[in-house]
């Protein structure tokens, strides 16, 4: 997400067409993505604008190099330079022209080489040729001979000059490195503290419920790496884990080749969000019965690690550890409870008429002051009021309708009386699921915690062999992915780790 106290410091620049000849050309390249935020700020100085459009449009579209080794030494260089940006702009260029997401994590993954098997020949001598041009600048005479000599096999059946293209890939390398300099120097649209991504491959998908139908998006990094499933809160989207999903998907340490992969990702909009239809039925155990779903339908194992959920998501988490068991081997339930607290339908019926009487963006704005309350980093005057936005944004994007359907789950379930009509009886699933629940200190003033707390101690006494685990995560609120990601992963993927 951009920092503000950095992308504000260099406005972008946009004249309207016809306003400035040099930004039309430029239009003219990009088409109908437009100026971007880099040409925005390239266009503080028209000449320089002006020349820059020029050089990159020849280096992109006028030279002879096969596309995927341009777009790979393009991908190093963003890799080898922190460039966010330039990754973002250039990853689905490369897969246009053939990169696997396997060679994309051999180019991304800067700690290890990857097998000869993973790049050919000629890929292989280019990433070298740009690691080494970025790096050390210098570029080691065996590392040139060797791209020289793939190159004259590329000439020869294209009827090229060898020279030339080895002149072409040397000016691919230095061009972007200066790309990622100017970006990266002027954290040019507030992506230079964001980490370049590990590559996946995302899917859409609608999944039919009835005559609805659930809104799912894959990211696959492997075939062979186990799954993790995402359940949101109520009043967001599945994108409220945009700013995890790069600590899930980063390895710890150097990629051990052949490349399996991290995990893989299955994300969803909960009944009534998002893209998700809004059915006449929700309750918690529903909720549930759908992530069984989605895993059925989407993962190939019928199988997953783990589904972490939060808030909403977190008591579909718990229902669904009592309901499918063998579907999972184990759960994160994080800033929930097993049964709706005492007052706590009479509080959602005041908050769905606060909807409906001063719309979703009065809700919005008293919503984030109780997820983030001082000292969270997303409260007032935080350093990261950004997400404080973005969250209210999807507040204020979810329908009412969507949201009155659920707060009614939420305002009447109970996952631990006895012979629950329901089904559900959490304290005495025997163990089968390893659990992990977790609370951020600053939630409700405690209270939500201190819930959970007694939640692990009452599971435990019924249940001994669950050996349910509690982590409080410090200065974090309803939703410590979001206000403390870092402590809330270091958490998580360890307990992850152990399963």
């Known amino acids: 997400m951009p920092s503000p106290s950095r992308s504000r410091l260099i406005p972008g620049r946009y004249p309207p067409p016809g306003e400035s000849a040099i930004a039309d050309k430029i239009r003219e390249r990009r088409g109908a993505r437009g100026l971007t935020p880099l040409d925005g700020a390239l266009l503080h100085v028209p000449p320089v604008a002006e020349g820059w459009n020029s050089l990159l449009g020849a280096i992109r579209t006028k030279g002879?190099?096969?596309?995927?080794?341009?777009?790979?030494?393009?991908?190093?260089?963003?890799?080898?330079?922190?460039?966010?940006?330039?990754?973002?702009?250039?990853?689905?260029?490369?897969?246009?022209?053939?990169?696997?997401?396997?060679?994309?994590?051999?180019?991304r993954d800067t700690l290890s080489l990857p097998p000869p098997s993973v790049l050919s020949p000629l890929q292989a001598a280019a990433l070298a040729f740009a690691?080494?041009?970025?790096?050390?600048?210098?570029?080691?005479?065996?590392?040139?001979?060797?791209?020289?000599?793939?190159?004259?096999?590329?000439?020869?059946?294209?009827h090229l000059d060898a020279d030339d293209l080895l002149v072409e890939a040397a000016a691919v390398v230095a061009s972007y490195n200066m790309v990622s300099r100017f970006l990266v120097s002027l954290d040019v649209a507030g992506m230079s503290d964001n980490p370049v991504d590990w590559p996946v491959d995302r899917v859409e998908h609608k999944v039919p419920i009835g005559s609805d139908n659930l809104h799912a998006v894959t990211l696959v990094t492997h075939p062979d790496a186990p799954w993790?499933?995402?359940?949101?809160?109520?009043?967001?989207?599945?994108?409220?884990?945009?700013?995890?999903?790069?600590?899930?998907?980063?390895?710890?340490?150097a990629t051990t080749w052949p490349f399996k992969g991290t995990y893989n990702i299955l994300l969803h909009a909960q009944r009534g969000h998002g893209r998700s239809s809004t059915p006449a039925e929700c309750?918690?155990?529903?909720?549930?019965?759908?992530?069984?779903?989605?895993?059925?339908?989407?993962?190939?194992?019928?199988?997953?690690?783990?589904v972490i959920g939060v808030s909403q998501g977190g008591a579909a988490t718990l229902a669904f550890a009592a309901l499918h068991p063998s579907l999972t081997a184990s759960i994160v339930a994080c800033d929930t409870s097993a049964r709706t607290a005492p007052g706590n339908a009479e509080a959602w019926q005041e908050r769905i008429a606060l909807a409906k009487s001063d719309g979703l963006a009065a809700l919005a704005t008293v919503t984030a002051d109780r997820w983030f309350p001082a000292p969270s980093k997303c409260?007032?005057?935080?350093?990261?009021?950004?997400?404080?936005?973005?969250?209210?944004?999807?507040?204020?994007?979810?329908?009412?309708?969507?949201?009155?359907?659920?707060a009614g789950a939420l305002s009447a379930y109970d996952?631990?009386?006895?012979?629950?009509?329901?089904?559900?009886?959490?304290?005495?699933?025997?163990?089968k699921v390893k659990t992990l629940l977790i609370a951020g200190q600053l939630d409700a003033g405690g209270k939500v915690g201190a819930g959970m707390k007694g939640l692990r101690d009452k599971w435990n006494e019924a249940t001994p062999a669950a050996k349910i685990e509690y982590v409080e995560i410090p200065g974090a609120g309803h939703l410590p992915m979001v206000d403390e990601t870092e402590q809330f992963w270091a958490v998580a993927g360890g307990f992850l780790n152990g399963v």
């Open 64 to 107: 002879s190099l096969p596309g995927d080794v341009r777009e790979l030494m393009i991908l190093r260089v963003a890799a080898r330079n922190h460039a966010a940006f330039e990754w973002i702009h250039h990853e689905h260029v490369g897969r246009s022209h053939g990169l696997t997401t396997t060679q994309l994590w051999a180019i």
């Open 131 to 158: 690691d080494q041009s970025t790096t050390a600048v210098r570029v080691p005479a065996d590392v040139t001979s060797a791209l020289q000599e793939q190159l004259k096999i590329v000439a020869e059946s294209n």
């Open 228 to 253: 993790l499933v995402f359940a949101n809160s109520l009043l967001t989207d599945e994108s409220m884990w945009d700013w995890l999903l790069p600590k899930v998907l980063a390895p710890s340490r």
């Open 283 to 306: 309750t918690i155990p529903t909720l549930a019965n759908d992530i069984a779903l989605l895993i059925s339908t989407l993962v190939p194992s019928g199988k997953v690690k783990s």
């Open 379 to 406: 409260g007032k005057g935080g350093e990261r009021i950004s997400r404080t936005e973005v969250i209210k944004n999807m507040i204020e994007a979810t329908s009412i309708p969507g949201f009155e359907l659920g």
């Open 415 to 431: 996952l631990i009386k006895p012979l629950a009509e329901d089904g559900v009886d959490l304290l005495n699933t025997g163990g």
